[in-house]
């Protein structure tokens, strides 16, 4: 029945007008297949939405069309043709959208009055109409209630402009009320001044803030920049409903000096408590239910860091010292990150902690003066205890030895004592080969040596080297050398090793594959040095590095970045003193350390493994190269089934690419520096992926149709799904691996080239 609706669709369509589509020279191509299949998509929606057909024969006829264009291709003719239509840079241009106040300045005139003069802009373009005072507010320490106050100021704020100039003008006078003149100078006492401005019925992109600090800020326990190193400005202005897109109460604070005016902690209001629900957020993926209710409301957040690190957001000495302090060590406190007491690890024996609740004083125990118990700054230091040991890998010294085809790697580790990131003369060098005194760095163990409690804990030492194809800058296969390697005996093992004590370093001779480097016409390769040390049974990370190499011994230049570490750090982890910056990948696994591999921030080192010449495994519709799947899981698009249909709650702006690249590092892909990639088909009904759907793809369709294919799966829009594969079948390139290799592909689009 299907097969018959989609018969007879394809044959309406095929009468229609010709199509034509771009050629890789900008040139009119072939016709285009694409348009034609979302016009056959187009009226299968039709159909579903008038009740012609059901939502499982939309399905239907979708997988079918989908099976028919991946099975009609079976050579490649054209390589990508994107940046003949597409700008990237200009398709993801963010524009904010809405009002933000440009220029705003205090003046304090006396102890009741003050002046804030500002200009309000929309992308760059100043605002003109008349303005008034939605809400406003002084934020203070009230030693009175020994807590922080909010107080209302609405009556007492004039606003008048804008000028010629466009600046509009605030004057604050608090003299006529006594009770708020008796708690505070405007002269002397540390006040936040908050005023949200709008007009008469606007709509919520009218509205704006202006939040101001005198003399000093009255709370340093958190700060903007605190909430904006993973944010960025985007924390509330698109909408804190992504299906309706609701601004938050009418307006579009940014970060947490204008949260926390309203939701103070001493407020035990609805709703109010800022710490509670910061905390409970961004912890709640972690709680035994896989969700946390914070103020009624229900959130299940995956941190992107450990949650130990609680510099990341008290990020000054001043505020860190404060969030650790003894008078934090209360039960309300604990339990706004921790999920009752079950969460908690090496509770002693001999004390029951479970009776224990508000009305116990922590600080009995629990403190410098009693010393009985650790203190909250003992268990809680700022930064979780793996990021602390300042172990820093050096960067690997590569030479190749072109007679015997093989490359010789200098590589070790040393602990940073200065924390300068670079070795200097008082650092200690680390022998990366003894595994004798456990109370030293171990380098060289698997996951099996690291079993605690059935909990592969981590990885040791893996060299890795990386094949970059057809002169591109993209690796397209990879070796890796263990410790099964790294510890042979015999000289002649490609991975053999021997340590110098002399200069603290390790040489690892590895013989390069030839077949590689033949096959995919390889002449330039990457080594990366990923695993972590362990210490005392513990975790020690270390930042995995990186060194490129020509294969014929010649100086090599590096590749460009196209994502930026740093960036990626900002959300994943910068606190550490030294040397152990950046997300921590496959940690604590199953016993038999499912992945085997841990890697530190670096995304050059995840690319050597995370490369095109294989399929997601995780993902429908995504490569395992790192772009790829990179982009699937900030989409928020769910692992399939047969892995839980795990998600992340990304905690930025999807469309916005700066987030992670740099300007200029995002445009549609160059056909002669980048490779295509293996594509997964879509998920069955078991929530396994098929081998047999996959498919090889230009590096445009690898790289941004990963992130627009997610969207659609994520919204559940299969037809889009299929319309994005018919246009990169008809403006590059989609074929089936049971019609031609991943090899065969590449060979065939560089000889077009």
């Given at each position: 029945m299907?097969?018959?609706?989609?018969?007879?669709?394809?044959?309406?369509?095929?009468?229609?007008?010709?199509?034509?589509?771009?050629?890789?020279?900008?040139?009119?191509?072939?016709?285009?297949?694409?348009?034609?299949?979302?016009?056959?998509?187009?009226?299968?929606?039709?159909?579903?939405?008038?009740?012609?057909?059901?939502?499982?024969?939309?399905?239907?006829?979708?997988?079918?069309?989908?099976?028919?264009?991946?099975?009609?291709?079976?050579?490649?003719?054209?390589?990508?043709?994107?940046?003949?239509?597409?700008?990237?840079?200009?398709?993801?241009?963010?524009?904010?959208?809405?009002?933000?106040?440009?220029?705003?300045?205090?003046?304090?005139?006396?102890?009741?009055?003050?002046?804030?003069?500002?200009?309000?802009?929309?992308?760059?373009?100043?605002?003109?109409?008349?303005?008034?005072?939605?809400?406003?507010?002084?934020?203070?320490?009230?030693?009175?209630?020994?807590?922080?106050?909010?107080?209302?100021?609405?009556?007492?704020?004039?606003?008048?402009?804008?000028?010629?100039?466009?600046?509009?003008?605030?004057?604050?006078?608090?003299?006529?009320?006594?009770?708020?003149?008796?708690?505070?100078?405007?002269?002397?006492?540390?006040?936040?001044?908050?005023?949200?401005?709008?007009?008469?019925?606007?709509?919520?992109?009218?509205?704006?803030?202006?939040?101001?600090?005198?003399?000093?800020?009255?709370?340093?326990?958190?700060?903007?920049?605190?909430?904006?190193?993973?944010?960025?400005?985007?924390?509330?202005?698109?909408?804190?409903?992504?299906?309706?897109?609701?601004?938050?109460?009418?307006?579009t604070p940014?970060?947490?000096?204008?949260?926390?005016?309203?939701?103070?902690?001493?407020?035990?209001?609805?709703?109010?408590?800022?710490?509670?629900?910061?905390?409970?957020?961004?912890?709640?993926?972690?709680?035994?239910?896989?969700?946390?209710?914070?103020?009624?409301?229900?959130?299940?957040?995956?941190?992107?860091?450990?949650?130990?690190?609680?510099?990341?957001?008290?990020?000054?000495?001043?505020?860190?010292?404060?969030?650790?302090?003894?008078?934090?060590?209360?039960?309300?406190?604990?339990?706004?990150?921790?999920?009752?007491?079950?969460?908690?690890?090496?509770?002693?024996?001999?004390?029951?902690?479970?009776?224990?609740?508000?009305?116990?004083?922590?600080?009995?125990?629990?403190?410098?003066?009693?010393g009985i118990a650790p203190t909250f700054a003992d268990l809680h230091t700022g930064v979780e205890k793996a990021r602390t040991h300042n172990i820093v890998y050096y960067t690997p010294e590569i030479t190749v030895d072109t007679a015997n085809s093989k490359i010789s790697v200098v590589w070790g580790a040393f602990t940073d004592n200065d924390e300068s990131g670079t070795y200097t003369t008082g650092d200690t060098f680390l022998d990366v080969t003894q595994t004798a005194d456990t109370t030293k760095p171990i380098f060289m163990q698997s996951y099996t040596d690291r079993v605690v409690d059935g909990v592969a804990k981590s990885d040791g030492v893996r060299i890795l080297v990386g094949y970059y194809g057809f002169g591109t800058q993209d690796v397209v296969a990879y070796d890796g050398y263990t410790k099964t390697n790294l510890t042979t005996t015999s000289s002649s093992t490609s991975g053999y090793t021997t340590y110098n004590s002399t200069t603290g370093k390790a040489t690892t001779t590895i013989a390069l594959k030839t077949a590689n480097i033949t096959s995919y016409e390889v002449t330039k390769g990457i080594v990366g040095i990923i695993g972590i040390p362990f210490v005392d049974g513990e975790n020690a990370y270390v930042t995995s590095v990186t060194k490129e190499f020509n294969i014929d011994g010649s100086a090599v230049t590096a590749r460009t970045a196209v994502a930026n570490n740093d960036k990626c750090d900002a959300c994943h982890t910068s606190v550490a003193p030294s040397g152990a910056n950046g997300i921590a990948i496959h940690l604590n696994e199953d016993s038999s350390g499912a992945h085997g591999h841990t890697a530190i921030g670096n995304v050059d080192t995840c690319r050597i493994c995370h490369n095109s010449g294989s399929a997601a495994g995780h993902y429908a519709q995504q490569s395992r190269s790192i772009d790829s799947y990179l982009h699937a899981i900030h989409a928020e698009q769910p692992t399939t089934a047969a892995y839980d249909s795990f998600t992340i709650k990304y905690p930025n702006y999807i469309k916005d690419c700066t987030v992670c690249h740099d300007s200029g590092t995002y445009e549609a892909p160059s056909q002669t520096n980048a490779v295509g990639g293996v594509v997964s088909g879509s998920e069955q009904s078991d929530g396994t992926l098929l081998s047999a759907d996959q498919t090889v793809n230009g590096p445009g369709a690898v790289a941004c149709g990963s992130c627009h294919k997610a969207m659609a799966i994520v919204s559940g829009d299969s037809g889009t799904v299929t319309s994005i594969n018919a246009h990169t079948a008809s403006f590059g390139y989609r074929v089936s691996i049971s019609n031609m290799t991943f090899l065969e592909v590449l060979q065939a689009v560089f000889d077009l080239l």
């Open positions: 299907l097969k018959r609706i989609l018969f007879i669709i394809l044959i309406a369509f095929t009468c229609s007008a010709l199509l034509t589509g771009c050629g890789k020279d900008g040139s009119d191509g072939a016709d285009g297949a694409d348009a034609d299949t979302d016009a056959i998509i187009a009226e299968l929606k039709a159909q579903l939405e008038s009740g012609e057909i059901t939502i499982a024969q939309y399905e239907e006829a979708i997988a079918e069309l989908e099976a028919q264009l991946t099975a009609a291709t079976k050579t490649v003719s054209n390589t990508e043709s994107c940046s003949v239509c597409h700008d990237s840079a200009e398709l993801h241009e963010v524009t904010v959208g809405l009002y933000e106040a440009t220029g705003a300045t205090l003046t304090v005139t006396s102890a009741t009055t003050a002046t804030v003069t500002f200009k309000a802009a929309k992308d760059g373009v100043n605002r003109t109409d008349a303005i008034g005072l939605r809400h406003g507010s002084l934020y203070f320490y009230d030693s009175a209630n020994s807590g922080y106050n909010r107080y209302g100021i609405d009556s007492y704020v004039t606003t008048t402009g804008p000028d010629a100039n466009g600046t509009y003008t605030s004057v604050i006078d608090i003299s006529a009320d006594t009770a708020l003149t008796a708690k505070i100078n405007l002269l002397t006492t540390n006040v936040r001044y908050w005023l949200s401005y709008g007009n008469s019925g606007a709509t919520n992109t009218n509205n704006f803030e202006v939040v101001e600090n005198y003399p000093a800020s009255p709370n340093t326990s958190i700060t903007d920049e605190s909430c904006l190193t993973c944010h960025s400005d985007f924390i509330w202005q698109y909408g804190t409903n992504k299906a309706t897109n609701a601004y938050h109460h009418g307006s940014k970060g947490a000096e204008s949260c926390i005016v309203c939701h103070s902690r001493y407020d035990s209001g609805s709703g109010k408590n800022f710490m509670k629900y910061v905390h409970g957020i961004h912890s709640s993926g972690e709680a035994e239910a896989g969700y946390k209710t914070v103020n009624s409301k229900s959130f299940s957040v995956h941190y992107p860091q450990s949650l130990a690190n609680c510099v990341t957001c008290h990020n000054s000495d001043d505020s860190l010292e404060a969030a650790t302090d003894d008078s934090q060590f209360t039960y309300e406190v604990c339990m706004t990150c921790h999920d009752g007491w079950s969460s908690f690890d090496d509770l002693p024996s001999a004390i029951d902690h479970t009776a224990y609740g508000t009305a116990t004083t922590c600080t009995t125990c629990h403190s410098n003066a009693a």
